[in-house]
Nanobody, 123 residues
Framework: QIQLAESGGGLVQTGGSLELSCVAS????????MAWFRQAPGKEREFVAA????????YYSPAVRGRFIISRDNAKNTAFLQMNDLKPEDAAVYYC????????????????WGQGTQVTVSS
């Protein structure tokens, strides 16, 4: 089992930046991929970004590519999502997810989830 805890959400103006963090605990001795998903009110949860254990390979949704950066610090069991040039459509609850082994962009492939952190973008 891997437990995940997100932090860093909040209110930011359009064009602003915010960094989310996700700390993993529990079974963190084995390699695991990490990802961020988000869910806006009335919408389905969607993939945002993912990163492999090595940190060398990352994936992004077209909606955030070029504005968001996913990274990780395995020594601290922490993943980060640096969000730049935020837009009102980025407002959502952001969830951290983990899967043992590799990483995919499919929500159903992730057995471990955090509780989510709210990001609000004012126009």
């Amino acid at each position: 089992q891997i437990q995940l805890a997100e932090s860093g959400g909040g209110l930011v103006q359009t064009g602003g930046s915010l960094e989310l963090s996700c700390v993993a605990s529990g079974r963190t001795s084995s390699a695991y991929g990490m990802a961020w998903f988000r869910q806006a009110p009335g919408k389905e949860r969607e993939f945002v970004a993912a990163i492999r254990w090595s940190g060398l390979t990352t994936y992004y949704s077209p909606a955030v590519r070029g504005r968001f950066i996913i990274s990780r610090d395995n020594a601290k069991n922490t993943a980060f999502l640096q969000m730049n040039d935020l837009k009102p459509e980025d407002a959502a609850v952001y969830y951290c997810a983990a899967q043992e082994g590799g990483v995919t962009e499919k929500e159903e492939d992730f057995p471990y989830w955090g509780q989510g952190t709210q990001v609000t973008v004012s126009s």
